[in-house]
């Protein structure tokens, strides 16, 4: 009895198998993976951010062909991907250019679907280098004010410096920056600090009832040139009428924001203010200098005096002067 039941099974699977592969080739069923092999990048490449680079893989479908490939990229030796292509066809070639990320575990996974959803991958055999682009000078704030004594002070701040000379300022009575004249004798020379630095100027050459633009030239060490501004301001007939009546801290815009935001404030005629960006336990995380009568505006880019990139959360921004304390609160997200 127990012979008669196994051989009964037995053939009973040899028809469902049968059954399979009829059904397979009649009505177009298939539950066969594709195969794809990635051959470049393999590992052990260096890349630059910007530059173009070919990935390249074989992909193949023996019953009825691909669907598309996928092509993605890790930054954390395949702990996690980003999309960097959905719909690739399979011509065995994509041009990527390298995004702006710094990472030693880079690795791209390419990935083979058929018409009836199956799929498979390849990874890089080994991780790949990217090295971003580092920028000569990240500017946080530019600001013009009129003093008491009708000439313009400028201040410029930076959130990081590398390879520089040193800054030149710019004048024109209009927006073109080609009028412009040069108002400083010698080079205003550079920190060249990864944590930034606190420059300002004084321009007396200056008449009331005008209005300026200013422009800060930054000078590498390379010999390359840049310009950042205008910044403009219009000189009044009484100075004490233009200062703000108030020392005032405004919302900082946008708010919620990633990765910067603005802070506008003023300061009224006769005081000094300090601004402070401190997170939720209070410690003081992004300082400036101090700011005398004007409007002044700070672009906060999220990091702290070191440098470094702060974690999402909510921050305050606290501006403090002879006459008036101010907080304010701002939710970096990201």
């Known amino acids: 009895m127990k012979r ?3 051989t009964s099974l037995l053939a009973l699977a040899i028809l469902s198998i049968v059954a399979a592969e009829y059904l397979s080739d009649e009505f177009g069923i298939d539950t066969v993976d594709p195969t794809i092999s990635l051959t470049a990048p393999n590992g052990g490449n260096t890349f630059s951010a910007g530059h173009d680079f070919a990935i390249t893989w074989s992909a193949d479908d023996s019953n009825f062909g691909l669907s598309a490939v996928t092509i993605e990229l890790s930054e954390n030796n395949g702990e996690a991907f980003s999309m960097v292509s959905a719909t690739e066809v399979n011509d065995g070639h994509f041009t990527w250019e390298i995004p702006n990320v710094a990472t030693t575990e880079g690795v791209i996974k390419v990935t083979a679907t058929d018409a ?3 799929s498979s991958s390849d990874v890089s055999d080994s991780n790949f280098t990217i090295e971003d682009i580092t920028l000569p000078v ?3 704030g530019f600001t013009a004010s009129q003093t008491s004594s009708d000439f ?3 201040s410029w701040f930076t959130h990081s410096e590398s390879s520089l000379i040193g800054y030149n300022i710019y004048r024109s009575d209009n927006s073109n920056l080609s009028n412009g004249l040069r108002i400083n004798s010698t080079i205003i020379s550079a920190t060249n600090s990864t944590i930034g630095g606190t420059y300002s100027l004084a321009d007396r050459e ?3 009832n005008n209005s300026y633009y200013y422009w800060v030239e930054v000078v590498e060490i390379s010999g390359d040139v840049n310009y950042h501004g205008p910044t403009e301001i219009s000189l ?3 100075a004490v009428e233009e200062a703000p ?3 005032t801290l405004y919302s900082a815009y946008p708010n919620p924001f990633n990765p910067t935001t603005t802070i506008k404030f003023s300061v009224k005629e006769s005081d000094n203010a300090s601004l402070v960006i401190a997170n939720i336990k209070g410690q003081i995380i992004k300082s400036y200098p101090t700011f005398n009568t004007g409007e002044h505006t700070i ?5 702290d005096n070191k440098g470094n990139s702060v974690s999402s959360g909510f921050y305050f921004y606290k501006l403090k002067s002879e006459t008036t304390r101010q907080i304010r609160k701002m939710l970096l997200l990201k």
Do not use: H, M, P, Q
Not at 299 to 303: A, T, V, Y
């Open 4 to 6: 008669i039941i196994f």
């Open 116 to 118: 009836f959803g199956n």
């Open 138 to 140: 990240e500017f946080s």
């Open 152 to 154: 313009v002070s400028l």
């Open 206 to 208: 200056v008449e009331l």
């Open 236 to 238: 009044v007939g009484e």
């Open 245 to 247: 009546a108030l020392t």
């Open 299 to 303: 672009i906060w880019n999220g990091k």
